[in-house]
């Protein structure tokens, strides 16, 4: 069977990582015990993900000029992933993100988006013709919101599968939601979406039904250890989470997404792609980092 071609369209942040008790509170100094910095960014840390799974993946990308985009760069030819359209901005700096990690595996982030913010429709342009010629397009709201509308509207117009991973949360309207074939929020962008509150299982399905009658072919909430949340032709199903030991969340909603798009990509269907996500994003949570915590295919401990 042909491999499937992934294009990712999204974000590259350098992720600043502080590990510490508790995450403060507004006006609170903590003293922590350790920092490190990691690549990542959600379109990033998804192209790595699928790279590192076996697929084959094209990430559309704008970096700074710099440093960090230097190693972007390089860190991305090395995963195997196709590099032809990162794009150099001259203007701006890569993005950065601020993340602190408490002794539980929760985190905050903070982004500085950069070059992100700039990544325009005209950036798309010259990749046109590979989206064309792809099967799957993933992309993610650390991006302009005209950018993803135009890639969306573009990849639906060639009928090829669209995975919109919802975040950071925001407002969609319903004509871009009505062309989107898996839509994965968590909670709150689940919440954000069907403007509800959001906080257990019961109101995850009521959110994802709402968000279905929106357009949507299919939704799938992802909820932590709980699991994901398949909800298709008015029908929800549970996907229990594999129970581990959690030491940092960094990135794995990013991983989950990622994991997805391969297993669809092989043929598997809905059902069986997000509990292969599911395992994979479970074995990321037990590293710190985003990519540095992404396991390889010979890493899974489930057939596939």
Known sequence: MRVQKIIVVGSSNMDMIVKTHHIPAPGETVLSGSFFMSPGGK????????????????????????????????????????????????????????????????????????????????????????????????????????????????????????????????????????????LTPNMTEAGILANMNVTNLASAKKAALAICQQGVKNVIVTMGSLGALLCQKGECSLFPGKQVVTIDTTGAGDVFNGALAVAIAEGKDLETAVIFANEIAAISVTRLGAQSAIPKRSEILIKN
């Not at 379109?43 to 993900?49: H, K, L, M, T, W």
């Not at 094209?58 to 860190?75: V, W």
């Not at 992100?116 to 046109?128: F, G, H, M, R």
């Open 43 to 182: 379109g990033a840390n998804q192209a790595v993900a699928i790279a590192r799974l076996g697929g084959d993946v094209i990430f559309i990308s704008k970096l700074g000029n710099d440093i960090f985009g230097t190693q972007f760069t390089q860190l991305f030819n090395e995963e195997g992933i196709d590099t032809s359209y990162l794009i150099a901005d001259e203007d701006n700096p890569s993005g950065v993100a601020l993340i602190t990690v408490d002794r539980k595996g929760e985190n905050s982030i903070v982004v500085a988006s950069g070059a992100n913010a700039n990544l325009s429709i005209a950036d798309i342009e010259p990749a046109l013709n590979e989206i064309a010629a792809a099967d799957i397009l993933l992309v993610q709201l650390e991006i302009p919101m005209e950018t993803v509308n135009h890639v969306v509207e573009y990849a639906a117009s060639k009928g090829k599968k669209i995975i919109l991973n919802p975040a950071p949360a925001n407002t969609l309207s319903a004509e871009l939601l009505r062309k989107i074939d898996i």
